[in-house]
């Protein structure tokens, strides 16, 4: 097998697994099938949230014993098996409990090892290419799941059959990781056996003292504006009568667009520049959501902006996690990233499940904007501190 070979295989493994977590976006449609609020599907996700943190934590554990493209293979069947059982559900029993752990143990470990597999692969000096053009194919199962559903809704099956289809495509990307193991330790830019992955206090302690806490604090706050406005996207569009496919099109062909193009761009000479405009331009997204009422221009032009802000700047700031980190613990590091990036992906719907229950869905949308301007605010200092420390070495 070639390099370019192994490289698109390991993107198409990617892609076939990512749409699993699109398929999150249904949960809320699917669970009202059988009577379920979206209290329920905060509390699902909410254990997904605490299984997924458990095993970010030990994926390096796991890795270590196994190798890493044989634990993405074990993760990849984990997740089939999870979609498989939200699909057969007709009630919120013990059924949705385990398919909610295994989904949280899968998706924990293909997301926290997948970046680590690409160091090992690139330069770098490639990482934010890399990073994006991962983030590609990760975007592009994301945001098309969900598009499936509707369009198989659409032609008179149920969002149910989308979880079985993607559970046989998650077996699929199984087999190729499996079958990868060998060509990606070949083509290793080091090929010194995987340093360990494991996190320890002292790693931990490590990590959080460095300028990698800024993105893993950043990214924490991301992915709970990403939840509070796609997870729970079907009960917006229902209510205000658009199509949620529509939202979830739109918002996958700009950042798989956009991502393309960021895969020829090295972040700037101020990457935390880049990241602080792009995440103001997520806030105001999220802003005009508020008050674009049930105009399908200005829903589109949401979907716009949202890939624009936050498709475009996450894959800048995974790189940015990986530049900060100190050179002998950036497994720790970007698992850690990973692990602050789950709190917010299946931690936030709790919140914003009680939220549309108790007070309304455009009080979520208020605290959702405040959190992007937040974050969007942390990089614009970083970005200043990284003008002025410049300066004063030109001086």
């Known amino acids: 097998?070639?390099?370019?070979?192994?490289?698109?295989?390991?993107?198409?493994?990617?892609?076939?697994?990512?749409?699993?977590?699109?398929?999150?976006?249904?949960?809320?449609?699917?669970?009202?099938?059988?009577?379920?609020?979206?209290?329920?599907?905060?509390l699902m996700l909410a254990i997904t949230a605490v299984t997924t943190l458990g095993t970010v934590y030990f994926s390096g554990h796991l890795s270590d014993i196994f190798g890493r493209l044989r634990t993405l293979g074990i993760a990849c069947l984990a997740i089939s098996l999870s979609l498989y059982l939200y699909g057969a559900a007709s009630y919120a029993g013990a059924d949705l409990v385990l398919a909610s752990i295994l989904l949280g143990y899968g998706w924990g470990l293909t997301y926290s090892l997948g970046p680590i597999v690409?160091?090992?692969?690139?330069?770098?000096?490639?990482?934010?290419?890399?990073f994006a053009l991962l983030s590609v194919f990760v975007m592009a199962g994301f945001g098309l799941s969900p598009v499936l559903a509707s369009l198989l809704e659409t032609s008179g099956a149920s969002v149910n059959d989308a979880f079985y289809i993607t559970s046989g495509l998650c077996v699929i990307s199984a087999v190729l990781f499996f079958i990868l193991h060998k060509p990606i330790k070949e083509y290793a830019l080091n090929p010194a056996p995987e340093a360990s992955s494991r996190i320890t206090l002292s790693s931990l302690s490590h990590v959080l003292k460095s300028p990698a806490r800024a993105p893993i604090a950043m990214v924490f706050l991301g992915a709970s504006v990403f939840a509070g406005l796609n997870n729970f996207q079907t009960v917006f569009a229902d209510v205000r009568h658009l199509d949620y496919a529509v939202f979830f099109l739109v918002y996958t062909l700009v950042v798989v667009v956009f991502r393309l193009a960021l895969v020829r761009f090295k972040g700037g000479s101020n990457p935390y520049q880049t990241i602080a405009f792009l995440q103001y331009l997520m806030c105001a997204s999220v802003v005009l959501f508020i008050y674009s009422g049930d105009s399908?221009?200005?829903?589109?032009?949401?979907?716009?902006?949202?890939?624009?802000?936050?498709?475009?700047?996450?894959?800048?700031?995974?790189?940015?996690?990986?530049?900060?980190?100190?050179?002998?613990?950036?497994?720790?590091?970007?698992?850690?990233?990973?692990?602050?990036?789950?709190?917010?992906?299946?931690?936030?719907?709790?919140?914003?499940g009680w939220f549309i229950v108790e007070i309304g869905a455009t009080p979520l949308l208020a605290l959702v904007a405040v959190l992007a301007g937040f974050e969007a605010t942390i990089a614009l200092r970083r970005a200043i501190t990284h003008k002025t420390s410049g300066n004063d070495q030109l001086s």
């Open 118 to 130: 690409l160091t090992r692969l690139v330069k770098p000096t490639e990482r934010v290419q890399s």
């Open 296 to 352: 399908l221009i200005l829903y589109v032009l949401v979907a716009v902006l949202f890939g624009l802000g936050y498709g475009v700047s996450y894959p800048i700031l995974v790189a940015m996690a990986a530049d900060d980190s100190e050179e002998h613990l950036g497994p720790q590091t970007l698992q850690l990233f990973a692990l602050s990036y789950f709190i917010g992906i299946f931690g936030f719907p709790l919140i914003a």
């Open 1 to 42: 097998m070639s390099r370019v070979q192994t490289f698109i295989l390991y993107f198409i493994a990617i892609f076939l697994q990512a749409g699993a977590y699109g398929l999150t976006f249904m949960l809320p449609r699917l669970f009202d099938s059988f009577g379920a609020s979206e209290k329920v599907v905060g």
